[in-house]
């Protein structure tokens, strides 16, 4: 199939590119690398009558270090971070999530910011990012900017906080120090694939952070400042039954499959990050 007719708006900045989404009334859609809504467009599941072309957006595409945080732009795409263009926050964690990715084509025209804003629950970015503890700076039609924290930011399977005149213009990840580790494990049925289960953790001795995230739960990233404790305290992680149970008490509606590949998920990652600790 081919989409339906639409209008293709340029704009010159990220107001300007909010301004025309506003305006739109809900019936104009933002199109990043395009690898989510693209398929949804010829598909006619997505049906807009003007897409609003932001990955050329002055500012949208570059990299910022300051001393205590790495900025990556919205328009950023997963090839670039893959191939250590982008500062890392903690030592090699961005470009091995990127490069488990999809394939290398959509990659090359997937962005970070697109990623996070598509909001699909079995995505890297969403659960990669509420490890790093990760916030999205939004921009309105005004010009005024707003920075939301990732774990405000995703409020659902394909809803985010964004208002109808927002464009996601950059992500800002806290620096981690040098003792810092982090583990990322996910199951696929076959590379390329959406996960069916993902575990992330990241711990900083010094900051004295430790986050134990799920994800491909069916909705946003599941935290668990339990498991991240006990990883904390022993470091290792906690048995299979313990990491079941605590994810029965989440209170996510979820099959005994899909808690066990979690489970394991978990375990993989937690130890990951700790060995030779």
């Known amino acids: 199939m081919k ?110 910011g697109g990623s996070l804003c598509h909001a699909d629950p079995a995505a890297d970015w969403v659960t990669a990012m509420t490890a790093l503890g990760a916030s999205v700076v939004a921009t309105g039609a005004d010009g005024v900017r707003r920075e939301i924290p990732i774990t405000a930011f995703m409020l659902g399977a394909y809803r985010t906080a964004l208002g109808p005149g927002e464009i996601a213009t950059l992500i800002r990840i806290p620096r981690y120090s040098p003792e810092a580790r982090w583990g990322y494990h996910k199951i696929c049925r076959k590379v390329g694939e959406f996960a069916d289960a993902i575990g992330a953790f990241v711990a900083d001795p010094v900051s004295r952070t430790c986050r134990a995230v799920f994800g491909s739960t069916g909705g946003a990233p599941l935290l668990s400042p339990v498991l991240a404790a006990h990883a904390a305290r022993t470091g290792a992680p906690a048995d299979l039954a313990t990491v079941k149970a605590e994810l029965v008490r989440s209170g996510l509606s979820l099959s005994e499959v899909k808690i066990h590949q979690l489970a394991v998920a978990h375990r993989r990652a937690v130890e990951e990050a700790l060995a030779d600790a």
Request: charged letters at 20%.
């Open 3 to 112: 989409p339906v007719a639409f209008d293709l708006i340029r704009c010159t900045d990220a107001a300007a590119a909010a301004k025309a989404l506003a305006a739109g009334d809900g019936a104009t859609k933002a199109m990043g690398g395009g690898q989510s809504l693209g398929p949804m467009l010829n598909l006619r599941l997505a049906r807009p009558e003007a897409l609003v072309d932001v990955t050329a957006l002055p500012g949208l595409d570059g990299f910022r270090e300051t001393a205590t945080h790495v900025e990556i732009g919205a328009a950023v795409t997963h090839a670039r971070i893959e191939d250590g263009e982008c500062p890392e926050p903690i030592a090699g964690m961005l470009a091995r999530v990127a490069g488990g990715i999809a394939y290398r084509a959509v990659r090359n025209r997937g962005t970070i």
